[in-house]
């Protein structure tokens, strides 16, 4: 079963402002990760936040965590059309184990030109 | 970055018959897995495999089989392929050693069960 949740299912805001997209789990981590996935595409790394972390940048990227809520938003801002794609929140479970990540069902972002 | 790549790119293929996808790493990562993505699923872990001839079940692994014999080849099978096995199939390296760390992902595998 999914351990992330990502809300909303969709989001379509217009070119040059912030996205923000929600990820809630249910169990223990160790850390959570971002991905984004163009139509057709396989999914790209984007960021991870360890579970010690509260917030983390990288470019126009912001990802929050708050472990006593087990959730997570990323923040896009200055959003560009080439920003539309679906974003996917990944979980690595505390305890770890080979058998990885899990991810959840994905945010569809729309940026309208 | 390493290289991945995923065969073929697109099938189609009929119920009943056998089909074997295939996943190929070019640096000699431990870890490898394949999903399954799916509308309204997200992706759904199939097998993963943590080194040669090592490999386990993941979530929804009834009706396939893999099989690692090299480190760079991870290859998926649906023994009897079945309309409900119609899919993206993704296959995913961890490139740093840990299973926790972020994947790299292949272009996938477009498969339809006529």
């Known amino acids: 079963s999914q351990q992330g949740e990502e809300d909303p299912q969709a989001l379509s805001i217009q070119e040059g402002e912030n996205a923000t997209m929600n990820c809630s789990y249910k169990?223990?981590?160790?850390?959570l990760q971002w991905y984004r996935q163009n139509s057709g595409r396989g999914l790209v790394h984007l960021i991870l936040?360890?579970?010690?972390?509260r917030e983390k940048h990288s470019g126009r990227l912001r990802v929050t965590l708050d472990t006593s809520k087990k959730s997570s938003s990323l923040l896009i801002t200055a959003s560009r059309a080439a920003d539309t794609a679906s974003y996917f929140c990944a979980t690595a479970p505390a305890g770890g184990g080979a058998d990885g990540l899990t991810f959840g069902k994905g945010t569809h972002l729309i940026i309208q030109p | 970055d390493a290289g991945i790549t995923q065969s073929p790119r697109h099938k189609v293929t009929e119920t009943g018959t056998p089909v074997t996808l295939r996943c190929h790493q070019t640096?000699?990562?431990?870890?490898m897995y394949w999903y399954r993505q799916d509308p309204g699923h997200g992706l759904r872990l199939i097998h993963y495999s943590y080194g040669v001839k090592d490999t386990d079940k993941g979530e929804v692994s009834d009706g396939y089989s893999v099989s690692r014999s090299k480190t760079e080849d991870f290859l998926l099978t649906l023994e009897s392929a079945t309309s409900s096995q119609t899919s993206v199939y993704f296959c995913?390296?961890?490139?740093?050693?840990?299973?926790?760390?972020?994947?790299?992902f292949g272009s996938g595998t477009r498969l339809t069960v006529v």
């Open positions: 995913a390296i961890s490139e740093s050693g840990s299973p926790e760390d972020g994947y790299t």
């Open positions: 640096e000699n990562h431990r870890y």
């Open positions: 936040i360890r579970s010690n972390e």
């Open positions: 169990t223990s981590i160790n850390n």
